[in-house]
């Protein structure tokens, strides 16, 4: 006969014997749910940069479950029950919301860049595949558009004269649009003269572009820098652009989409 430990709940009868197997059963099935998303955030929070507030949910909701079976309990199987569906869905909605992350690790950039092709469905097409092998003063931020606000995705580092001909090559031959940076200003927001027949536009007259770079990577390095514009909505309430800025004399590159 097995010996109960001093922490199970002790059942007084056949009935209550088979409610506390049932209720371990069913939250045994929400652990290994807990514990498959357990890992896919831990896998995020190490390769992207994401899933801190993700890993503390799921950590909590599997700690509480190993703890009720660990015990067992002899009522509340339509309660648990709910609550654990509940649970499931706020963790899956939190897993389908887009998180923010800013890094400078390289290394990083295939797994972030899948993650943010994943949550916009692939419309970010004006950054490479991979980063060149020699980079530096690299940084990687997105910040995904919720609801009135919209968000941007950019990289930028510096890295040998070589690869920035050849991306100057590439991209100057699909630009819409060809800026200077000095001519924003130091601002996002820049009023053209004449919109391309490329370009969409949301309102009649409504020339405004908006390329959402770092301002600080670029301080006093504009005079040197242009802008080429691959896509841009004219649309004053949310804007939306994919631009590579390209400084050659400095070696600096960046990769922007916004919207």
Same mark, same amino acid.
């Given at each position: 006969?097995?010996k ?5 709940? @002790? ?9 506390i197997? &049932? ?5 045994? /099935?929400f +652990?290994? #749910?807990?514990?498959?998303l ?11 940069g ?7 949910? @799921? ?10 079976? &660990? ?5 509340g /199987?339509? +309660?648990? #029950? ?11 909605i ?8 800013s890094?400078q690790?390289?290394w ?12 916009n ?6 950054f ?14 997105y ?25 100057e ?21 820049k009023?053209l003269?004449?919109?391309?027949p ?18 600080g ?26 631009a ?9 590159i ?6």
């Amino acid at each position: 006969m097995n010996k109960l430990k001093p922490y199970e709940v @002790v059942p007084e009868n056949g009935y209550e014997a088979e409610a506390i197997r &049932r209720n371990r059963i069913a939250d045994l /099935f929400f +652990l290994v #749910l807990a514990l498959i998303l357990t890992l896919i955030t831990v896998f995020s929070l190490v390769f992207i940069g994401v899933g801190i507030i993700k890993l503390i949910f @799921v950590a909590v909701w599997a700690a509480a479950l190993m703890q009720s079976i &660990r015990k067992g309990r002899k009522k509340g /199987f339509g +309660l648990a #029950l709910f609550g654990n569906i509940f649970w499931a869905f706020i963790v899956s909605i939190m897993f389908l919301l887009p998180s923010p992350f800013s890094s400078q690790m390289g290394w990083r950039y295939g797994f972030q860049l899948k993650y943010v092709d994943m949550m916009n469905n692939g419309s970010f097409d004006c950054f490479p595949d991979k980063l060149p092998e020699e980079i530096s003063d690299y940084k990687i931020e997105y910040l995904p558009s919720m609801m009135q606000g919209t968000g941007h995705f950019r990289v930028h580092f510096k890295t040998s004269a070589q690869q920035i001909e050849q991306y100057e090559n590439e991209y100057s031959a699909q630009a819409i649009y060809t800026i200077p940076l000095a001519d924003f200003n130091g601002q996002w927001h820049k009023e053209l003269k004449e919109v391309s027949p490329q370009a969409e536009i949301v309102f009649e007259g409504d020339n405004s572009l908006v390329v959402a770079y770092d301002e600080g990577f670029w301080e006093g390095c504009e005079d040197h820098a242009t802008v080429y514009v691959i896509s841009a909505v004219h649309y004053w309430n949310h804007p939306h652009s994919g631009a590579v800025i390209i400084n050659r004399a400095e070696n600096m590159i960046e990769f922007t989409h916004l919207g």
